[in-house]
């Protein structure tokens, strides 16, 4: 974590990641999910919370890129109660900038929830690589191999046909700029740890694939 030394001190916790994994049986680490708007990023990450915490009792949380969008990364127009000048400073858009510090925040968010021994999913569209592999440095970067992109590769005229949300309609009306895959590049990862081809399996399939992932690459520990 890079900071002025001089002004902000970073203090060493009393309880140490390997003591809360030790605990709690399992790594913790970053499941990042990623693909277009409607890929199931959530509906799979959701499931996988599920399972893992029924079979395997595992310390997990999702985090949800609509949710977040509720809260900590609102929207201008979320925030637009605070005052014009206010939203205009902190909401974030969708502009490539934005998004930037969307991923940015959401990426530190997820490396302290793994430093706290927690299987954290995050389900954000995150269409940038350079902005997903800052994420990946600063995950890795407090812990060897704890960053984990997982591609939910659905077609563009799957997300589109089943568009959940509306979105692809409104898109295509030229309702919503710079949206992605429409309007807006999407620039699938190179080397993602797991490549999820979501087409013709079901959600329930795809979760399974991740937990078996998990497990073959060590994240539960043996007792
Ligand atoms: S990201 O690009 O910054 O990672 P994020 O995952 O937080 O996006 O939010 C994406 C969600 O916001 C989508 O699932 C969709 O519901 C909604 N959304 C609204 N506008 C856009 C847009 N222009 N592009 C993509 N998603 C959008």
């Given at each position: 974590m890079t900071q002025d030394p001089t002004t902000v001190v970073w203090h060493d916790h009393a309880v140490s990641t390997a003591d809360r994994e030790k605990l709690n049986g399992h790594r913790g680490c970053v499941l990042w999910f990623t693909g277009?708007?409607?890929?199931g990023k959530s509906t799979i990450a959701n499931l996988v919370d599920r399972m893992l915490v029924e079979k395997n009792r595992a310390h997990t949380f999702v985090l949800d890129g609509d949710n977040v969008r509720h809260g900590l990364n609102a929207t201008p127009e979320g925030l637009a109660t605070r005052g014009e000048e206010y939203a205009k400073r902190f909401g974030l858009t969708f502009s490539a900038e934005d998004r930037a510090e969307n991923i940015r925040r959401i990426g530190c968010v997820a490396e302290l929830f793994a430093s706290a021994g927690l299987i954290t999913l995050t389900a954000f569209v995150s269409p940038y690589r350079a902005d997903r592999e800052a994420v990946r440095r600063q995950v890795n970067g407090s812990g060897d191999g704890r960053f984990f992109e997982i591609f939910v590769d659905t077609p563009i005229a799957i997300c589109e046909q089943r568009d959940p949300k509306g979105l692809y309609k409104k898109a295509r009306a030229g309702l919503i700029p710079n949206f992605t895959g429409i309007s807006d590049p999407y620039e699938p990862p190179e080397k993602p740890e797991l490549h999820l081809?979501?087409?013709?399996?079901t959600p329930e399939a795809a979760a399974k694939q991740v937990v078996e992932f998990l497990s073959h690459n060590g994240v539960f520990l043996s007792t």
């Open positions: 277009l708007s409607g890929s081809v979501n087409e013709g399996i």
